[in-house]
């Protein structure tokens, strides 16, 4: 399961930088990039720690 968490947070983050690039190149306007930045930010804070405070089972 925690495979599946640490793929969605990242590309929860992909999805924040990719939508920066595009923001920049001015293909994305600025009322889509304030709807994809939020939903890139839940998908990284909602399964990131699920995963990143995991200690290693021994």
Do not use: C, D, H, Q
Not at 4 to 30: A, D, Q, W
Not at 45 to 50: Q, R, S
Request: charged residues 15%; without cysteine; aromatic residues 16%.
């Amino acid at each position: 399961m925690i495979p599946v968490f640490k793929i969605v947070s990242y590309l929860g983050l992909v999805l924040i930088f990719v939508t920066s690039i595009l923001v920049f190149l001015r293909i994305v306007s600025l009322s889509e990039y304030k709807i994809l930045l939020l939903v890139g930010s839940v998908l990284w804070l909602a399964n990131a720690p699920f995963w990143m405070f995991k200690k290693a089972e021994e």
